[in-house]
T-cell receptor, first 110, second 112 residues
């Protein structure tokens, strides 16, 4: 089955700086890669996703890049703000199953 | 449009008991999936139902089961509870495969 590894597990950045979270996946047939944000005590919510036929996707301060050859994808957050503090999960879809990474706790330091 | 609703929100059980959790998806969503969330383990896939059929299953023991009704509402059941089953159980609905998952607030199960 699919295996998704996510790094780092915790990340602290100064407000205004950029944050990068990286994930690798094992199944080359995976074709859909969403990122979810979970604020403390709340439900996970989709923030951005990318499909395997695209190398990069951007939505305001958030971008995701995908390297199919290396089987890794990354989340980039620029100009970080306090409301970006949360746990972020990457995921990969393979054979109808969505496998999540173990999460990255991002803390924005004012 | 109402979101995904899960009941109960909190429950406490003892080892050996069983529990049933309920999930009502967003209207029009026929896919319902279940995840177990524990600290350090992230979100682990339990199973997914589509039009009353289990379409996919994760690597959990047979004590974990589920079903979906004709109105797309879903239930999951855990029998012979173990301490390690303590977790937040999240349900998510989706309009289609490889589409956005809309999560409920979860059912927090504590096994004593």
């Amino acid at each position: 089955g699919e295996n998704v590894e996510q790094h780092p597990s915790t990340l602290s950045v100064q407000e205004g700086d950029s944050a990068v979270i990286k994930c690798t996946y094992s199944d080359s047939a995976s074709n859909y890669f969403p990122w979810y944000k979970q604020e403390l005590g709340k439900r996970p919510q989709l923030i951005i996703d990318i499909r395997s036929n695209v190398g990069e996707k951007k939505d305001q301060r958030i971008a995701v890049t995908l390297n199919k050859t290396a089987k890794h994808f990354s989340l980039h957050i620029t100009e970080t703000q306090p409301e970006d503090s949360a746990v972020y999960f990457c995921a990969a879809l393979s054979e109808g199953k969505l496998t999540f990474g173990t999460g990255t706790r991002l803390t924005i330091i004012p | 449009k109402a979101g995904v609703t899960q009941t109960p929100r909190y429950l406490i059980k003892t080892r050996g008991q069983q529990v049933t959790l309920s999930c009502s998806p967003i209207s029009g969503h026929r896919s319902v999936s279940w995840y177990q969330q524990t600290p350090g383990q992230g979100l682990q896939f339990l199973f997914e139902y589509f039009s009353e059929t289990q379409r996919n299953k994760g690597n959990f023991p047979g004590r974990f089961s589920g079903r979906q009704f004709s109105n797309s509402r879903s239930e999951m059941n855990v029998s012979t509870l173990e301490l390690g089953d303590s977790a937040l159980y999240l349900c998510a609905s989706s309009h289609r495969e490889a589409g956005e998952l809309f999560f409920g607030e979860g059912s927090r199960l504590t096994v004593l």
